[in-house]
Protein backbone atom coordinates (compact mmCIF):
# COMPACT_ATOMS: atom_id res chain seq x y z
CA UNK A 1 0.00 0.00 0.00
CA UNK A 2 1.19 3.28 -0.44
CA UNK A 3 1.95 5.64 2.19
CA UNK A 4 -0.25 8.68 1.50
CA UNK A 5 2.08 11.19 3.12
CA UNK A 6 4.95 10.41 0.64
CA UNK A 7 5.62 12.84 -1.83
CA UNK A 8 3.86 11.41 -4.91
CA UNK A 9 1.05 11.86 -2.66
CA UNK A 10 1.48 15.76 -1.23
CA UNK A 11 2.88 16.62 -4.74
CA UNK A 12 -0.87 16.19 -6.52
CA UNK A 13 -2.40 17.70 -3.03
CA UNK A 14 -0.14 20.60 -3.35
CA UNK A 15 -0.41 21.28 -6.73
CA UNK A 16 -4.20 21.52 -6.70
CA UNK A 17 -3.75 23.90 -3.85
CA UNK A 18 -1.94 26.10 -5.63
CA UNK A 19 -4.17 25.87 -8.64
CA UNK A 20 -7.13 26.71 -6.33
CA UNK A 21 -5.26 29.92 -5.28
CA UNK A 22 -4.01 30.83 -8.52
CA UNK A 23 -7.40 30.73 -9.90
CA UNK A 24 -9.27 32.61 -6.58
CA UNK A 25 -6.13 35.01 -7.48
CA UNK A 26 -7.10 35.65 -11.17
CA UNK A 27 -10.72 35.23 -10.33
CA UNK A 28 -10.16 38.75 -7.41
CA UNK A 29 -8.15 40.32 -9.92
CA UNK A 30 -10.75 40.15 -12.55
CA UNK A 31 -13.72 41.13 -10.37
CA UNK A 32 -11.15 44.07 -8.78
CA UNK A 33 -10.73 45.75 -12.67
CA UNK A 34 -13.93 44.24 -13.98
CA UNK A 35 -16.13 45.34 -10.85
CA UNK A 36 -14.87 47.66 -8.43
CA UNK A 37 -12.56 50.33 -10.43
CA UNK A 38 -14.51 49.51 -14.08
CA UNK A 39 -11.10 49.45 -15.46
CA UNK A 40 -10.81 47.62 -19.15
CA UNK A 41 -7.54 48.70 -19.97
CA UNK A 42 -5.51 44.95 -21.53
CA UNK A 43 -1.94 46.41 -20.56
CA UNK A 44 -2.55 47.23 -16.86
CA UNK A 45 -4.63 43.60 -16.66
CA UNK A 46 -2.13 41.78 -18.49
CA UNK A 47 0.33 43.09 -16.72
CA UNK A 48 -1.72 41.98 -13.29
CA UNK A 49 -1.80 38.78 -14.45
CA UNK A 50 1.82 37.91 -15.66
CA UNK A 51 2.26 38.62 -12.11
CA UNK A 52 0.08 36.09 -10.98
CA UNK A 53 1.70 33.64 -13.28
CA UNK A 54 4.67 34.31 -11.87
CA UNK A 55 4.72 33.86 -8.56
CA UNK A 56 2.60 30.65 -8.88
CA UNK A 57 5.67 29.11 -11.25
CA UNK A 58 7.47 30.40 -8.13
CA UNK A 59 6.00 28.23 -5.80
CA UNK A 60 4.43 25.32 -8.30
CA UNK A 61 4.84 23.31 -10.91
CA UNK A 62 5.67 24.19 -14.33
CA UNK A 63 2.52 22.31 -15.67
CA UNK A 64 0.54 24.25 -12.71
CA UNK A 65 2.36 27.92 -14.30
CA UNK A 66 1.02 26.47 -17.63
CA UNK A 67 -2.66 25.97 -16.61
CA UNK A 68 -2.66 30.11 -14.52
CA UNK A 69 -1.24 31.62 -18.01
CA UNK A 70 -4.03 29.93 -20.43
CA UNK A 71 -6.75 30.92 -17.85
CA UNK A 72 -5.20 34.32 -17.43
CA UNK A 73 -5.31 34.18 -21.35
CA UNK A 74 -8.79 33.41 -21.53
CA UNK A 75 -9.73 35.81 -18.91
CA UNK A 76 -7.84 38.93 -20.28
CA UNK A 77 -9.83 37.69 -23.57
CA UNK A 78 -13.01 37.72 -22.69
CA UNK A 79 -13.42 40.34 -19.92
CA UNK A 80 -11.11 43.16 -21.44
CA UNK A 81 -10.79 42.77 -25.17
CA UNK A 82 -13.30 43.87 -27.67
CA UNK A 83 -15.60 42.60 -27.57
CA UNK A 84 -16.21 42.27 -24.20
CA UNK A 85 -17.79 38.79 -23.30
CA UNK A 86 -16.97 36.71 -26.16
CA UNK A 87 -13.83 34.62 -27.09
CA UNK A 88 -13.78 36.58 -30.34
CA UNK A 89 -11.69 39.35 -31.19
CA UNK A 90 -12.36 43.08 -33.40
CA UNK A 91 -8.59 43.66 -34.04
CA UNK A 92 -6.26 41.40 -35.28
CA UNK A 93 -3.23 43.20 -33.60
CA UNK A 94 -4.99 42.03 -30.17
CA UNK A 95 -4.06 38.21 -31.35
CA UNK A 96 -0.42 38.76 -31.36
CA UNK A 97 -1.01 40.94 -28.17
CA UNK A 98 -2.51 37.45 -26.51
CA UNK A 99 -0.12 35.34 -28.50
CA UNK A 100 2.95 37.64 -27.05
CA UNK A 101 1.14 37.43 -23.32
CA UNK A 102 0.88 33.55 -23.42
CA UNK A 103 4.46 33.29 -24.43
CA UNK A 104 6.29 35.65 -22.02
CA UNK A 105 3.73 33.75 -19.59
CA UNK A 106 5.61 30.66 -20.64
CA UNK A 107 9.06 31.43 -20.83
CA UNK A 108 8.73 32.80 -17.60
CA UNK A 109 6.91 30.03 -15.90
CA UNK A 110 9.69 27.89 -17.28
CA UNK A 111 12.48 29.67 -16.05
CA UNK A 112 11.65 30.06 -12.83
CA UNK A 113 10.72 26.66 -12.17
CA UNK A 114 13.85 25.25 -13.72
CA UNK A 115 15.79 27.62 -11.90
CA UNK A 116 14.24 26.17 -8.57
CA UNK A 117 14.38 22.56 -9.57
CA UNK A 118 18.18 23.05 -10.16
CA UNK A 119 19.04 25.02 -7.12
CA UNK A 120 19.16 21.70 -4.82
CA UNK A 121 21.39 19.68 -7.19
CA UNK A 122 24.00 22.31 -8.16
CA UNK A 123 26.77 23.52 -5.77
CA UNK A 124 27.42 27.06 -4.29
CA UNK A 125 29.34 28.07 -7.48
CA UNK A 126 26.96 26.97 -9.98
CA UNK A 127 23.59 28.00 -8.09
CA UNK A 128 25.39 31.52 -8.10
CA UNK A 129 26.00 31.18 -11.72
CA UNK A 130 22.44 30.10 -12.28
CA UNK A 131 20.94 33.04 -10.05
CA UNK A 132 22.88 35.40 -12.16
CA UNK A 133 21.37 34.22 -15.37
CA UNK A 134 18.09 34.08 -13.58
CA UNK A 135 18.08 37.61 -12.75
CA UNK A 136 19.11 38.79 -16.07
CA UNK A 137 16.82 37.04 -18.37
CA UNK A 138 14.13 37.96 -16.12
CA UNK A 139 15.29 41.47 -16.18
CA UNK A 140 15.30 41.15 -19.83
CA UNK A 141 11.42 39.42 -19.70
CA UNK A 142 9.92 42.17 -17.74
CA UNK A 143 12.07 45.56 -18.75
CA UNK A 144 9.07 45.42 -21.51
CA UNK A 145 7.08 45.76 -18.83
CA UNK A 146 8.72 48.67 -17.68
CA UNK A 147 8.51 47.11 -14.05
CA UNK A 148 11.48 45.83 -11.85
CA UNK A 149 10.03 42.99 -10.39
CA UNK A 150 13.51 40.75 -10.54
CA UNK A 151 14.86 41.02 -6.83
CA UNK A 152 11.31 40.23 -4.99
CA UNK A 153 11.15 37.19 -7.19
CA UNK A 154 14.77 35.94 -6.79
CA UNK A 155 14.53 36.79 -3.29
CA UNK A 156 11.46 34.62 -2.86
CA UNK A 157 12.44 31.64 -4.97
CA UNK A 158 16.06 31.36 -3.49
CA UNK A 159 13.80 31.30 -0.04
CA UNK A 160 11.88 28.92 -0.52
CA UNK A 161 14.81 26.53 -2.00
CA UNK A 162 16.22 26.95 0.82
CA UNK A 163 13.25 25.92 2.81
CA UNK A 164 13.55 22.59 1.57
CA UNK A 165 16.96 22.41 2.04
CA UNK A 166 17.73 19.67 5.05
CA UNK A 167 20.71 21.90 6.14
CA UNK A 168 18.26 24.89 7.34
CA UNK A 169 18.50 25.44 11.12
CA UNK A 170 14.77 26.65 12.81
CA UNK A 171 16.65 29.80 12.90
CA UNK A 172 17.34 29.92 9.25
CA UNK A 173 13.90 29.18 8.47
CA UNK A 174 12.23 31.71 10.00
CA UNK A 175 14.90 33.87 8.62
CA UNK A 176 13.61 32.12 5.11
CA UNK A 177 10.05 33.17 6.30
CA UNK A 178 10.48 36.82 7.12
CA UNK A 179 12.24 37.01 3.52
CA UNK A 180 9.26 35.74 1.77
CA UNK A 181 6.70 38.00 3.75
CA UNK A 182 9.09 41.21 3.30
CA UNK A 183 9.05 40.43 -0.35
CA UNK A 184 5.90 39.28 -0.51
CA UNK A 185 4.81 42.87 0.91
CA UNK A 186 7.06 44.48 -1.56
CA UNK A 187 5.02 42.98 -4.59
CA UNK A 188 1.98 43.93 -3.11
CA UNK A 189 2.91 47.31 -2.82
CA UNK A 190 4.07 47.21 -6.53
CA UNK A 191 0.22 45.72 -7.24
CA UNK A 192 -1.39 48.64 -5.30
CA UNK A 193 0.97 51.02 -7.24
CA UNK A 194 -0.80 49.57 -10.57
CA UNK A 195 -4.26 49.71 -8.91
CA UNK A 196 -3.79 53.48 -8.25
CA UNK A 197 -2.02 54.61 -11.54
CA UNK A 198 -4.55 52.63 -13.42
CA UNK A 199 -7.51 54.49 -11.26
CA UNK A 200 -5.49 57.94 -11.60
CA UNK A 201 -4.97 57.00 -15.12
CA UNK A 202 -8.81 56.29 -16.08
CA UNK A 203 -10.13 59.61 -13.65
CA UNK A 204 -11.47 56.99 -10.72
CA UNK A 205 -10.03 58.75 -8.48
CA UNK A 206 -13.00 60.58 -6.58
CA UNK A 207 -12.22 62.66 -3.46
CA UNK A 208 -14.03 62.08 -0.27
CA UNK A 209 -12.97 65.19 1.99
CA UNK A 210 -13.96 65.16 5.62
CA UNK A 211 -12.37 66.84 9.01
CA UNK A 212 -9.48 65.14 10.44
CA UNK A 213 -6.71 65.70 12.60
CA UNK A 214 -3.56 65.95 10.49
CA UNK A 215 -1.31 63.70 13.14
CA UNK A 216 -3.80 60.60 12.04
CA UNK A 217 -3.06 61.15 8.53
CA UNK A 218 0.71 61.26 9.14
CA UNK A 219 0.23 58.35 10.87
CA UNK A 220 -1.37 56.37 8.54
CA UNK A 221 1.65 57.13 6.38
CA UNK A 222 4.05 56.20 8.26
CA UNK A 223 2.15 52.69 8.83
CA UNK A 224 2.23 52.18 5.16
CA UNK A 225 6.09 52.41 4.82
CA UNK A 226 7.47 51.61 7.64
CA UNK A 227 9.76 48.80 6.49
CA UNK A 228 11.08 51.54 3.58
CA UNK A 229 11.74 53.95 7.07
CA UNK A 230 13.02 51.33 9.41
CA UNK A 231 16.43 53.18 9.17
CA UNK A 232 16.36 55.97 9.30
CA UNK A 233 14.85 58.39 12.53
CA UNK A 234 11.95 60.96 11.95
CA UNK A 235 11.58 64.31 12.77
CA UNK A 236 8.09 65.79 12.99
CA UNK A 237 7.23 68.73 13.35
CA UNK A 238 3.34 69.28 12.83
CA UNK A 239 2.28 72.66 13.70
CA UNK A 240 -1.36 72.12 12.91
CA UNK A 241 -3.87 72.98 15.98
CA UNK A 242 -7.23 71.27 14.58
CA UNK A 243 -8.58 69.42 12.37
CA UNK A 244 -8.42 70.10 8.46
CA UNK A 245 -10.55 69.22 5.50
CA UNK A 246 -8.95 66.42 3.36
CA UNK A 247 -9.33 63.50 2.14
CA UNK A 248 -7.57 61.57 4.73
CA UNK A 249 -7.01 58.20 2.41
CA UNK A 250 -5.54 60.16 -0.80
CA UNK A 251 -3.34 62.46 1.45
CA UNK A 252 -1.87 59.70 3.67
CA UNK A 253 -1.35 57.53 0.27
CA UNK A 254 0.34 60.52 -1.45
CA UNK A 255 2.40 61.73 1.49
CA UNK A 256 3.41 57.62 2.19
CA UNK A 257 5.18 57.83 -1.40
CA UNK A 258 7.19 60.89 -1.00
CA UNK A 259 8.10 59.50 2.72
CA UNK A 260 8.88 55.90 0.64
CA UNK A 261 10.77 58.04 -2.10
CA UNK A 262 12.71 59.41 0.75
CA UNK A 263 13.63 56.01 2.86
CA UNK A 264 14.83 55.26 -0.29
CA UNK A 265 17.52 57.23 -1.38
CA UNK A 266 19.15 59.18 1.65
CA UNK A 267 21.65 56.95 2.96
CA UNK A 268 20.72 54.51 6.33
CA UNK A 269 20.69 56.05 9.69
CA UNK A 270 20.24 59.75 8.42
CA UNK A 271 16.78 61.45 9.39
CA UNK A 272 13.83 61.92 7.28
CA UNK A 273 11.87 65.33 8.75
CA UNK A 274 8.13 65.74 8.39
CA UNK A 275 7.17 69.03 8.40
CA UNK A 276 3.25 70.38 8.45
CA UNK A 277 1.27 73.61 8.89
CA UNK A 278 -1.60 75.68 7.29
CA UNK A 279 -1.40 78.72 5.73
CA UNK A 280 -3.29 80.97 3.28
CA UNK A 281 -6.13 78.11 2.74
CA UNK A 282 -3.96 75.72 2.24
CA UNK A 283 -2.54 72.58 4.05
CA UNK A 284 1.57 72.04 3.71
CA UNK A 285 3.02 69.13 3.96
CA UNK A 286 7.08 68.86 3.29
CA UNK A 287 9.39 65.92 3.28
CA UNK A 288 12.77 66.58 3.66
CA UNK A 289 15.42 64.41 3.13
CA UNK A 290 19.88 64.32 3.79
CA UNK A 291 20.94 62.55 1.03
CA UNK A 292 22.59 63.92 -2.18
CA UNK A 293 19.54 66.01 -3.36
CA UNK A 294 18.39 65.91 -6.72
CA UNK A 295 19.96 66.45 -9.86
CA UNK A 296 19.59 69.74 -11.69
CA UNK A 297 18.40 67.30 -14.88
CA UNK A 298 15.71 65.53 -12.87
CA UNK A 299 14.11 68.22 -11.24
CA UNK A 300 11.48 68.73 -14.44
CA UNK A 301 11.54 64.68 -14.71
CA UNK A 302 10.99 63.33 -11.51
CA UNK A 303 6.95 63.21 -11.60
CA UNK A 304 6.63 61.70 -14.59
CA UNK A 305 5.58 58.32 -15.01
CA UNK A 306 8.25 55.48 -14.68
CA UNK A 307 10.92 57.75 -14.45
CA UNK A 308 14.27 56.68 -12.35
CA UNK A 309 16.66 59.46 -11.51
CA UNK A 310 20.56 59.66 -11.43
CA UNK A 311 20.52 57.73 -8.32
CA UNK A 312 18.05 54.85 -9.61
CA UNK A 313 21.02 52.73 -9.34
CA UNK A 314 21.76 52.48 -5.82
CA UNK A 315 18.08 50.68 -5.38
CA UNK A 316 17.46 47.45 -5.53
CA UNK A 317 13.98 48.16 -6.15
CA UNK A 318 11.55 50.11 -7.33
CA UNK A 319 9.21 51.09 -10.54
CA UNK A 320 9.00 54.75 -11.12
CA UNK A 321 5.76 55.18 -10.14
CA UNK A 322 5.60 56.46 -6.40
CA UNK A 323 6.04 60.36 -7.21
CA UNK A 324 3.88 60.40 -10.39
CA UNK A 325 0.97 58.40 -7.97
CA UNK A 326 1.85 61.24 -5.58
CA UNK A 327 1.23 64.09 -8.02
CA UNK A 328 -2.10 62.19 -9.15
CA UNK A 329 -3.50 61.48 -5.72
CA UNK A 330 -2.63 65.51 -5.20
CA UNK A 331 -4.33 66.78 -8.53
CA UNK A 332 -7.43 64.86 -7.83
CA UNK A 333 -7.87 67.14 -4.59
CA UNK A 334 -6.44 69.97 -6.25
CA UNK A 335 -3.19 69.77 -5.19
CA UNK A 336 0.03 69.49 -6.44
CA UNK A 337 3.75 68.51 -5.21
CA UNK A 338 6.96 70.17 -5.96
CA UNK A 339 10.52 69.20 -5.72
CA UNK A 340 13.66 70.84 -4.79
CA UNK A 341 16.84 70.62 -2.58
CA UNK A 342 16.93 71.78 0.91
CA UNK A 343 19.37 75.18 1.15
CA UNK A 344 21.11 72.45 4.23
CA UNK A 345 21.39 69.79 1.59
CA UNK A 346 19.50 66.59 0.92
CA UNK A 347 16.16 66.92 -1.30
CA UNK A 348 12.69 68.26 -0.35
CA UNK A 349 9.01 67.71 -1.65
CA UNK A 350 6.48 69.87 -1.05
CA UNK A 351 2.85 68.80 -1.13
CA UNK A 352 0.19 71.58 -0.68
CA UNK A 353 -3.97 71.06 -0.73
CA UNK A 354 -6.24 73.54 -0.69
CA UNK A 355 -8.40 73.07 2.47
CA UNK A 356 -10.04 74.78 5.66
CA UNK A 357 -9.04 74.48 9.15
CA UNK A 358 -11.30 74.26 11.85
CA UNK A 359 -10.35 74.66 15.71
CA UNK A 360 -10.93 72.24 18.60
CA UNK A 361 -13.12 72.95 21.64
CA UNK A 362 -11.43 73.59 24.81
CA UNK A 363 -12.62 69.99 25.75
CA UNK A 364 -10.86 68.08 22.88
CA UNK A 365 -14.22 67.67 20.70
CA UNK A 366 -13.98 69.59 17.28
CA UNK A 367 -16.20 72.87 17.12
CA UNK A 368 -19.09 72.82 15.15
Do not use: C
Request: aromatic fraction near 6%.
Amino acid sequence: MTNPTSPTHRRPRAEFWHAAGALAALATVTAAYEVWLGLRNPTVVGLSFLMIVLLVAAASTLRVAVATSVLALLALNYFFMPPVGTFRLEDPENWVALLVFLVVSYVGSRLSVMARERAALVVERQEADRMRQSAELKSALLSSLGHNLKTPLTAITVATDNLRANWASEDQRREQLDLVASEVARLNRLFQNVVDMARIETGGVAPAPEWVHLADIVDAALQQVERALVHHPLDLDIDVAGTVRVDPRLTAAALAHVLENAGQYAPPGSPISVSAQFAGGELRLAVRDRGQGIAAEDLQSVFEQFYRGAGAGRRSFGTGMGLAITRGLLAAQGGQVRAGNHPGGGAQFTMTIPSSLRADSPAGREAP
